[in-house]
């Protein structure tokens, strides 16, 4: 599956001016942010419907996030500042 091209990222400006704002992560394309050398959270266009996939507390592999409504935006980027600044103990 594809990541979101720029076109359908324009529509979430606001969340990734947030996303830019967690300290740690480092965006190496428009929408795709790594953290700590590793992919961290990107987004996919699913039929016209944007999701977000963060990467797992764990360590291995991603949570996928609807993102259609300001709670589940409010959730990705709450759940992306705690996981990011879990440093190494992940």
């Known amino acids: 599956m594809a990541h979101a091209n720029e076109a359908a990222l324009q529509v979430l400006?606001?969340?990734?001016?947030?996303?830019r704002d967690i300290k740690g992560l480092r965006e190496m394309k428009p929408g795709i942010f790594y953290c700590r050398g590793a992919a961290f959270v990107h987004f996919h266009d699913e039929a016209?419907?944007?999701?977000?996939?963060?990467?797992?507390?764990g360590g291995s592999g991603f949570?996928?996030?609807?993102?259609?409504?300001?709670?589940?935006?409010?959730?990705?980027v709450d759940d992306a500042k705690r996981r990011a600044g879990r440093g190494d103990d992940d």
């Open 13 to 19: 400006l606001p969340l990734l001016r947030q996303l």
């Open 63 to 76: 949570d996928r996030y609807a993102i259609d409504t300001p709670s589940g935006q409010r959730k990705l």
């Open 48 to 57: 016209g419907v944007l999701v977000a996939d963060l990467k797992k507390a």
